[in-house]
Nanobody
Framework: QVQLVESGGGSVQAGGSLRLSCAAS????????MGWFRQAPGKEREAVAH???????NYADSVKGRFTISQDNTEATLYLQMNSLKPEDTAMYYC???????????????????WGQGTQVTVSS
């Protein structure tokens, strides 16, 4: 069955960096677009970044220039490099598999069919 397992979260001070990983299994990883989302307490889940099978990427305005999404197809692993972290980046971060690359919108959670369990990122000021 499809599994997505995130890792790499933790606690850092503002200005620091973290690299999140998402190990995918149970399907042909190369054929799907993937995304990262986050959800802070009391807030709705929001899209952070997205990568297509062509390696084209999309980012939320709030993270542009600070976060980089990438993937290793041979390892079926998705990454999110987060630099210049801010306290407002504090959230649970989730990776997700997009149901179909060119249907719907990359920033809508309804466009994704499988989700990981999440990894917590906490940024202190």
């Amino acid at each position: 069955q499809v599994q997505l397992v995130e890792s790499g979260g933790g606690s850092v001070q503002a200005g620091g960096s973290l690299r999140l990983s998402c190990a995918a299994s149970g399907y042909n990883y190369r054929g799907y677009c993937m995304g990262w989302f986050r959800q802070a307490p009391g807030k709705e889940r929001e899209a952070v970044a997205h990568i297509e099978s062509t390696l084209r990427t999309n980012y939320a305005d709030s993270v542009k220039g600070r976060f980089t999404i990438s993937q290793d197809n041979t390892e079926a692993t998705l990454y999110l490099q987060m630099n210049s972290l801010k306290p407002e980046d504090t959230a649970m971060y989730y990776c997700a598999r997009r149901r179909a690359c060119y249907l719907g919108y990359w920033f809508r959670s309804s466009s994704y069919d499988y989700w990981g369990q999440g990894t917590q990122v906490t940024v202190s000021s």
